[in-house]
């Protein structure tokens, strides 16, 4: 493996490209987690009463929970009282347009490449940008509102639709379902809505970015997507944060809700900041992220490239419920110097005939540990289910790792459920290969670890694929050493 | 052309080239025979510039020292290896793959990149040469590709990169009668008076499709005997039992 640890690690010294941090004014709560700082977060945001009574459940539930300690990580215990909870940048006046969005914040968006003003002319996807603990601007507002699509932040949602919050808030996952999302459901500072009504097939691509900026600081946002009968969506996600030397958590939770036929595509290309070459510093990536087909003939599909964090602990889930309802996973994972992650997903398989994929890519390189972790769950009354399950591993180099810990539970015999399983690394031979043929090493490993990517990648929107192809190359950079 | 002197190499402390000394002109094709081990897959290997050697003595390509160039820029020199097992890229296109190399090759050398479309049309017209089937151009490079379809694949690299040194390593291994036509006739297509080859053999039987020009014996990691196409006939007959 010689060369290709040389080659690889020749690159070497390319910093993380968003580790900057902006200068804004903020107003933070107190470090530490007591039920003050929940009735604190929930008076800054002025909540209705049955939300803050829904937070302090979980805070109360949170206190008798402890630490999951099955997956396949290592990490000092984690200081929640050294925690900032809520941070938000102080809003000079209330924002009427973009214009109107703090010149510093603008240049902080302008830095990440997501020009809020241009994405508005230009690019035709709506954003909403949440930084720290809140959403600073959401685009395309208006638009969406003519074909009755709600796309705005989750605390204006909870002003202006609480029906609809009340109704679905925890309704895929439920307060009590792990102590990360626990966690989050009581201290919870915004995130984004979707709403898709009845048949109506959303004009654009909806997509959140998230930004971590302050010191030490949590991020707990929380996603919720609706779509209606017939509804169509696809929704994009992207996260970046400064490099700092002490780990950051960032445990967000993400419902989505598919009605009969309806159709919703979640995206995700997440970068937090991975820590230093030593494994220093880091954001610790706990999220839930489930979503519910719960009417005949939906489909919801989950597509993630992940390439940053410290440690990232995720496993986007679909629960079957209506029958004919398709659930799909598509993932890849990098984990370079010091990075662990384990990641993978859950199907559970509850209508007839339903029908789940899972296509994992699992990238070790550096002292990087990755673990696919799997959950294909065929209930009773799933008749005629089908699972095709593909998890493949790429080591660089010798002193990474990668872990499959595929589980299944088949309750019902007409199901079938197939798993395939390969490792493999790029040896010697097929670099040189490459080289004989003209391409430099460098280029080289970019073309075969993108090549092990494909199949997950063709399922990215478009920006997003070659957004996620120069991250690969750019995490690859400097990984084996 | 190729102007081969002294050249010995070492993998792991064991020696394997001990001495080997060879020229080739322009225009010519030289045939690389001996028994399995003698060294001859590790001369190509060489000369491609495999780093795993530890290499002494001296290769000049052309007046241009060949030892030390990095392999990719050996291939812009103009050297090309078609390799005894063609190496499997999952996910890459065969045309993608090879329109990368074409290009990165244009460009080190200061000349134009080319489209993609007209590499297509070029793509499309090569490919006659070795009878390949345009599928083959949106599949993965050698994903799936018998042992046969592999070898071809290799010739048909070589015809879109036009190489001015060639080394054929055993690309005769695994193919049967009707696809080994195919290749040598592909091969025979490709030589021209600008280009020289080495060809790798264990067996006589490619040489009767491919001409050669000279023939040489390696054994023990050097060259034994050397003549003309009447040798390889010769030793078809006597094997190598001499020189082992």
Not at chain 2, 120 to 128: F, I, N, T
């Amino acid at each position: 493996m010689s060369t290709v640890q040389a080659e690889v690690s020749e690159l070497v010294g390319r910093e993380y490209k968003y580790g900057f941090v902006t200068d804004l004014e903020m107003d933070t709560a107190p470090r530490g987690l007591s039920e003050d700082v929940v009735r604190l977060i929930s008076s800054k945001k002025n909540e209705p009463e049955w939300l803050l009574a829904w937070r302090l459940k979980a805070y109360r539930h949170w206190l008798t929970m402890s630490e999951p300690q099955w997956q396949n990580v290592k990490f000092p215990p984690i200081d929640y009282q050294d925690i900032i909870y809520y941070a938000a940048p102080k809003p000079k006046k209330a924002l009427n347009s973009l214009d109107e969005v703090d010149p510093e914040m603008r240049a902080m968006f302008n830095k990440l490449g997501i020009s809020l003003a241009e994405q508005e002319r230009l690019s035709g996807v709506a954003v909403d940008a949440v930084v720290d603990s809140v959403s600073v601007a959401t685009t395309f507002k208006d638009k969406l509102a003519k074909v009755g699509v709600i796309f705005c932040s989750f605390s204006e949602a909870v002003k202006t639709h609480p029906e609809l919050i009340q109704k679905y808030l925890g309704s895929v996952v439920p307060y009590t379902d792990n102590r990360h999302a626990t966690l989050n459901s009581a201290v919870f500072s915004d995130g984004s809505f979707c709403f898709i009504p009845k048949g109506v097939r959303c004009p654009m691509e909806l997509s959140t970015y998230f930004r971590i900026n302050a010191a030490d600081t949590g991020q707990f946002e929380r996603t919720l997507i609706v779509a209606e009968e017939g509804a169509t969506v696809s929704y994009l996600e992207g996260c970046t944060a400064p490099m700092r030397d002490k780990n950051q958590l960032h445990a967000a939770v993400v419902e989505l809700i598919a009605l009969e036929g309806a159709s919703i595509k979640y995206s995700t290309v997440q970068n937090w900041y991975p820590g230093d070459a030593q494994g220093r510093g880091g954001i610790f990536n706990f999220v839930t992220k489930r979503g519910k087909c719960a009417g005949a003939n939906s489909k919801i599909s989950w597509t993630q490239v992940e390439t940053g964090s410290a440690i990232t602990w995720k496993y986007p889930s679909v629960i079957l419920q209506g029958d004919n309802s398709v659930g799909e996973f598509y993932s890849v994972a990098l984990t370079a110097n010091y990075q662990q992650a384990d990641t993978g997903t859950k199907m559970i398989h509850i209508g007839k005939n339903t029908k789940s994929t899972i296509i994992s890519k699992g990238i070790s390189a550096g002292h990087g540990q990755n673990t696919y972790r799997g959950l294909v769950k065929i209930g009773k009354g799933a008749s005629g289910a089908r699972n095709y399950t593909q998890c493949d591993s790429l080591l660089l180099g010798s002193q990474c790792g990668a872990h499959t810990f595929p589980y299944m539970e088949v309750k019902n015999k007409t199901a079938q459920v197939e798993h395939e399983a390969s490792t493999s690394k790029i040896d010697e031979e097929q670099l040189f290969y490459c080289r004989q043929r003209g391409i430099k090493a460098e280029d080289a490993v970019s073309m075969i670890v993108n090549g092990f990517c494909r199949e997950v990648f063709k399922e990215l929107p478009m920006e997003f694929a070659v957004e996620a192809q120069k991250l690969l190359s750019v995490s690859l950079e400097g990984c084996v050493g | 052309m190729l102007e081969i002197k002294n050249l010995y190499a070492k993998i792991e402390g064991r020696e394997i080239l001990k001495g080997i000394n060879l020229s080739v002109a322009a225009g010519e094709v030289h045939a690389i025979m001996g028994p399995n081990g003698s060294g001859k897959s590790t001369l190509s290997q060489v000369l491609a510039g495999r780093e795993s050697y530890e290499v002494s003595g001296s290769v000049l390509f052309n007046g241009t020292d060949l030892l030390s160039l990095a392999p990719e820029d050996r291939a812009s020199a103009g050297v090309f290896l078609a390799f005894q097992y063609p190496v499997e890229i999952p996910g890459v296109g065969n045309l993608y793959f090879l329109r990368t190399a074409f290009n990165a090759i244009r460009k080190r050398r200061g000349e134009e990149e080319m489209d993609a479309i007209d590499f297509l049309a070029l793509a499309k017209e090569r490919m006659k040469l070795v009878e390949m089937d345009p599928s083959f151009m949106s599949r993965s490079v050698n994903e799936g590709f018998s042992g046969g379809e592999k070898k071809r694949n290799e010739i048909f690299q070589m015809a879109i990169l036009e190489p001015t040194l060639a080394i054929l390593d055993e690309t005769d291994s695994g193919l049967d009668i009707d696809a080994l036509k195919i290749v040598a006739n592909g091969v025979n297509a490709l030589r021209r008076k600008d280009r020289a080859m080495l060809v790798i053999t264990h067996y006589q039987r490619l040489l009767d499709y491919i001409v050669p020009d000279r023939v040489h014996v390696l054994a023990h990691g050097k060259i034994v005997r050397s003549g003309g196409k009447e040798l390889a006939v010769e030793l078809e007959k006597s094997g190598y039992a001499e020189f082992i």
